[in-house]
């Protein structure tokens, strides 16, 4: 019983760093038709850059973790004005594209940050863990857990409740229609894409104590933003988010049961999808 | 028309003559190399070329017969049973590919197939009973087809070169026959080509299954060449390469996936001589060849040619060097 409960935790606080993860790529997927395959890149940037402010700078966690989302996502603007515009409407250049970057981003971090895995102290304050219902919960999986409704909460609100917001789920229905009526839809990208690049990068170090921070974090995070992308359904944060759980359960349950074909487990929800229902349970339209 | 087949003919003497011209063994390996993944590419461009679908996740399928045949042999299985094995188990492996993935097309198809590709790495590095992880598998000996000594640099080129030029005479039967004009029909109008009655998602399966048949027919013949298989093979940077050989060299063409294939192994081997942070170039490729040159190295040239004889009708004729720093229209 307790195996299952502390099974259970992890696979929600998995689930919420891969809502951190999608969010971002789904909704630069559902606004600009971009498969961004920088975003596992993005992820093990910001572990990266924000490992070495907390570890070698001394910076407050939080700290950290804000300063490592905000390079990342002055890196993922840069991208996008210097090369993803000049390529706007050729979808295989930009896939190309990004995947080009990833390959050096990959290369650049093996070179600056060596081959050795970076595992990063839990921050003061949130070790050790709480005693309930006859389970031990550990307080930083429940921190992710808390940080990634927050996020969630505040992406809606953004979407949901602000000018902006509206203007992003405009695009997402219908670019062409949305530059007609006067939304400079070539800004929002570069909002949205910095948005999420940034969330990436968040994600990336509030996962870094539990994942540690390693060469082939890119290549383990960007299928998983893309199974959780291809279940939910792109430009949905609603699907995005139940994707993510649904995934963060598959594989914690399939690693615990299965351990050596956890990562083949991960892949029947995303077939399951395909056939029945190919736009994904929340997605408007097939990618 | 006779000085193409002239110059087919000169490229063929020049393939032929590989081990007399080439010094030494592991140059002759180079060559190898690079016809084993000249097959690999032309099966990707089937696919990118002709069907409009990119795949990034075909070292998936590659990796999946090199990976037969090794596990094959290493439980006791002869030589042609492990071929014929690999074989089956790459075309069962592309079908169930092909038919999830053809659920979308365009970004859709390269998402889905990323994803595919990420899975097997993922059970190649994972399912230790069966692939020993990291480890990899080895092949303990080439075979010896007719008694004809494969250990032997040149005797293994030779049989690669058989192989290759077996694969590019079916690419090239599969691309001029009818089928291969429908196929072309569903990349430019999916929606004309179903309405004249053609069956465009079956189109498609097969086209995906051919090009599994040729990418299988690669992975084969590499887990030959290395005698040694490990995960790595199935990484993102081995379909990513791929696609690169394909999309420098041209694609929609016979010959670009083979420059490219030339291309990428040259560069690697020589690169990797001299600097460590091959992946970095390989990227920085990427990105300079679709921001500048996005058409490929084939077709730029051909272009490049037509314009000379139509512009100067006398002029001698030019090198057919490609034009370096050449932006495409």
């Known amino acids: 019983m307790s195996l299952w409960g502390i099974l259970a935790i992890n696979s929600v606080a998995f689930g919420g760093l891969l809502f951190l993860l999608s969010a971002g790529f789904s909704l630069i997927f559902g606004l600009m038709r971009v498969p961004n395959l920088t975003h596992g890149s993005m992820f093990m940037l910001g572990g990266y850059v924000g490992s070495t402010l907390y570890l070698t700078w001394h910076l407050p966690f939080w700290l950290a973790a804000l300063g490592a989302a905000a390079t990342v996502a002055v890196f993922g603007g840069v991208i996008e004005r210097l090369l993803l515009r000049r390529l706007s409407g050729s979808i295989l250049a930009q896939v190309l594209v990004t995947l080009g970057i990833s390959f050096i981003v990959a290369d650049f971090c093996l070179l600056t940050w060596t081959g050795d895995p970076i595992s990063v102290a839990t921050p003061p304050g949130l070790t050790g863990g709480v005693r309930a219902f006859g389970l031990f919960f550990t307080t930083y999986r429940i921190a992710i857990i808390l940080v990634a409704c927050v996020v969630a909460a505040l992406l ?25 009526v006067g939304i400079r839809v070539s800004r929002l990208f570069t909002i949205v894409f910095c948005l999420g690049a940034g969330l990436a990068g968040f994600g990336g170090i509030m996962g870094a104590p539990i994942l540690t921070v390693y060469p082939g974090l890119d290549g383990d995070m960007l299928p998983l933003a893309l199974v959780v992308v291809i279940l939910g359904g792109a430009g949905s944060l609603l ?31 995303m077939v399951l999808v395909l056939v029945l229902r190919p736009q994904g349970l929340f997605g408007r339209h097939a990618p | 028309m006779t000085a193409t087949r002239a110059s087919l003919l000169a490229a063929l003497a020049v393939l032929v003559a590989v081990p007399w011209w080439v010094p030494g063994d592991y140059y002759i390996s180079v060559c190898s190399q690079i016809l084993i993944y000249a097959v690999f590419a032309l099966g990707v461009d089937v696919l990118i070329g002709y069907a409009g679908l990119v795949s990034l996740g075909h070292a998936g399928l590659f990796g999946l017969a090199s990976y037969a045949v090794a596990i094959a042999l290493a439980s006791g299985s002869g030589q042609l049973g492990a071929v014929a094995l690999a074989l089956a188990v790459a075309l069962l492996g592309t079908a169930a590919f092909a038919a999830l993935s053809l659920r979308a097309t365009g970004i859709g198809f390269i998402m889905i197939t990323l994803a595919l590709g990420q899975i097997l790495w993922g059970l190649a590095y994972r399912w230790v009973s069966m692939t020993d992880g990291d480890n990899g598998v080895g092949v303990a000996a080439r075979p010896m087809p007719f008694g004809f000594n ?9 049989a690669t070169l058989v192989v290759f030029l077996l694969a590019l005479l079916a690419a090239w039967v599969f691309v001029h026959s009818p089928f291969g004009a429908s196929l072309a029909g569903t990349r430019d109008q999916p929606r004309r080509m179903n309405a004249l009655g053609y069956h465009v998602w079956l189109i498609r ?44 060299g041209g694609s929609g063409t016979l010959l670009g996936p083979i420059v490219g ?35 490929g190295l084939v077709p730029g040239t051909t272009r490049l040619v037509r314009r000379a004889f139509k512009l100067r009708p006398n002029a001698p004729a030019p090198t057919g060097e490609p034009a370096p720093g050449e932006p495409a229209p």
């Open chain 1, 156 to 180: 809606w609100a953004l979407l949901d409740k602000t000018r902006l917001g509206a203007m992003i789920r405009a695009g997402v229905d219908d670019p062409e229609m949305a530059r007609v």
């Open chain 1, 239 to 269: 699907g995005s988010l139940v994707g993510s759980f649904l995934i963060g359960f598959v594989y914690n349950f399939g690693q615990a049961m299965l351990p050596e074909l956890a990562y083949f487990v991960l892949f029947l929800p």
């Open chain 2, 150 to 158: 494969l250990e032997v640099a040149s005797h293994f080129y030779y």
């Open chain 2, 205 to 248: 399966f097969y086209a995906c299954l051919f090009s599994g048949l040729l990418t299988a027919v690669a992975g084969i013949l590499f887990v030959y060449y290395t005698k040694f298989i490990s995960p790595q093979t199935l990484a993102l940077t081995a379909s990513a390469e791929g696609v690169l050989m394909v999309i420098s």
């Open chain 2, 261 to 295: 294939a030339a291309l990428v192994v040259i560069v690697k081997n020589v690169a990797s001589a001299y600097i460590e942070r091959w992946n970095m170039l390989l990227g920085a490729i990427f990105v300079a060849i679709v921001v500048f040159m996005p058409e």
